[in-house]
């Protein structure tokens, strides 16, 4: 079997040589996958060139026309061979395979022609940002005492419950329920804090009682999931802005986190932020808690080696791609109140910001203008996270594997005008 690819418009149009049989199927999926990932939604098979077909052959075609479906894509047949044709009216699927596509369901919940568009780029990367109804800005508290996961003082009692309403994005280190300590044997209360994000009405931990399973909650009628936060960031309101990015066809293929949030700060000349992504990424670089930090006792996990029992870290860069849910506040020249809150989000830069993300298995995002709701809860429609990371910048030479790296997706923005200490 040879695969030539070649682009016809907007299609990329894959044309197939050889028999279509079982023994090539997986090899033509694959070709299909990696037109995929490099951010090809509408994909036509040609198969001037195909005089057998088996049903092995016909299921590939299936398989990726609902993916592509799902995401508003379209995968068509074209150019059938006679015989190749008969075999798919035979099986009813002439229509199905070789029929125009149906509309994408990429603009559920939003009318493009209501949306204000403006085009940015950055560093040769094409963005669109297009202007949302906010009823009201954002707006952003912090609470509680980062520095005494440094000293290793974090207690337990001094965690303070948050409602996760649907218009609170909430971000730190906490556990799910209204008791976050729960009941263990005979040694009593186990903690379970770790890294913790919310948005949309949906509450995810990266929980440390061993499992290293994340868990979640969604809100569903009368039920408002509740978070416990030994310290964190709320942000509550509407954001402004969608922008959507396709880096994926750039020289480099991928965008760096700290160098879009750069961009997207100056952009609209904002000096603090709130930011949710629903991105396709080459990589997610970041870190987890393993034990619960209110065990540490008085002492700190940072002493070495000792960080070893407490700090999971992304060791080394992920060739498989992956989707990413990415929660975060960025800032310029953070005040000093704030500062305990946020890292430099790379080094030498002024940016300073506080992201978390819940990693999904890959699957492509749907293009065009996306309703951010329904999108994060389509998220936990097909998947569930495999894990909670608090992304960092690593820049050390040689042994760094760098940071998290977008390659295409959407952004929700919102500037924060209100910001100060939760009471």
Known sequence: MEIKTQHIGAHCVLSLDG????SW???????IESAIQRGEHKIEIDLGNVHYMSSAGIGVLLKFRKRLANVGGSLRVVNPVEDVLSVLRLMKLEELLMGESQESKSHRGINPKAATERKLELDGVQFESYRLENKRSLRCHWLGFPERLTAGT???????????AEDCTVLG?????????????PEGSLCRFGESLAIAGIGIEQSTDGSRIPDFQIARG??????QLLYGITMQGDFEHLIRF??????????????????????????????ALVVE???????????????A?????????????WISFTSEQNVDRMLALIVGLACKNPESELQPFVRPLKDGRSTHGHFHAAVFPYRPLAKGLLPMHETIHDLFKFDTPKSVLHLLSDDRPIEGVGQTELMRGACWFGAINDCGEMV
């Open 19 to 22: 028999r279509f049989d079982a």
């Open 222 to 227: 009368d039920l408002v999931p509740q978070l």
């Open 246 to 275: 396709e880096a994926g066809r750039s020289q480099r293929g991928s965008f760096p986190l700290a160098g879009f949030v750069d961009g997207v700060l100056d952009a609209f000349d904002c000096k603090l932020g709130g930011f």
């Open 297 to 309: 006792d008085g002492k700190s996990p940072w002493t070495f080696p000792a960080i070893r029992d």
């Open 173 to 185: 280190l906490g556990s799910l329920g209204g008791d976050s300590r729960g009941q263990s044997g």
């Open 154 to 164: 974090l207690d337990a009692d001094d965690a303070i419950a948050v409602s996760l």
């Open 281 to 295: 990424a080459a990589s997610v670089v970041g870190a987890s808690l393993v034990q619960s930090p209110t065990r």
């Open 25 to 31: 199927s997986e090899y033509v999926g694959s070709a």
